[in-house]
């Protein structure tokens, strides 16, 4: 039990530096998936922001080498996916990427509600990709993520799911474009939309209830 709770809480650091490491590059420029995509050189820059990481979460970045090794060994799980590709990652439930210039504290996270996109794992990678270019584009809502290879208690099958949101359910004229532009993109089966109260709320789909707010 010591052990499992161990590998929870080094996930969870691990998780954390991710979000920090992603944010971090991204002002730099090129967004990290672009930079493992193309192969392209970045270790020196993982030493620099763990440098940075370490200095202003000191507990956690010690959690993180302990568990995982140093930042050499964090640079080739990355290269190698990690938070990159849904079938590639295993420390994190979820990959997320936000939309640009999307102003979160504008968001009311009780209106947000999203597109459910589940595909089978041999499509994942493909679909994420699209979905999370579209996003980086400005083309769909204010953010998406998708379930990852990490074995989630929560999981109903066998089957990843990618999460569409936008900013206001209550919009939709937004959301049925957000749906139409998913259309173009090739998701063209019937997909369901939730809301985040309903999530809240514990709410999911079984046999004689639905959930979905809008479907399309």
Not at 38 to 48: L, P, Q, T
Not at 105 to 120: A, C, P, Q, S
Not at 174 to 189: A, I, K, N, P, Y
Request: charged content about 30%; glycine content about 8%.
């Amino acid at each position: 039990m010591e052990e499992e709770n161990l590998a929870i809480q080094a996930d969870v650091a691990y998780g954390i530096f991710e979000i920090f490491l992603h944010k971090a590059l991204r002002l730099r420029g090129p967004y990290i998936f672009e930079l493992v995509e193309k192969g392209a050189e970045f270790r020196d820059a993982i030493n620099e922001l763990f440098g940075e990481f370490e200095r202003e979460y000191p507990a956690l970045a010690t959690t993180i080498k302990e568990r995982y090794g140093g930042t050499e060994t964090v640079y080739h799980m990355i290269q190698m996916g990690e938070g990159v590709f849904p079938t590639k990652t295993t420390l994190t439930f979820y990959i997320i990427q936000d939309a640009p210039q999307i102003g979160i504290h504008t968001v009311d996270d009780e209106n947000v509600g999203k597109w459910l996109i589940f595909v089978d794992p041999q499509q994942a990678d493909e679909a994420w990709r699209i979905v999370r270019n579209a996003t980086c584009a400005g083309l769909l809502g204010i953010s998406s993520k998708v379930s990852t290879a990490k074995p989630n208690p929560e999981s109903r099958d066998q089957r990843m799911v990618i999460f569409v949101y936008t900013r206001d359910w209550r919009d939709e004229q937004d959301v049925m474009r957000v749906r139409s532009q998913l259309r173009e993109l090739g998701f063209v089966d019937r997909i369901g939309y939730k809301r985040n109260i309903e999530t809240y709320r514990g709410e999911y789909s079984k046999k004689g209830k639905r959930v979905t707010y809008y479907s399309a």
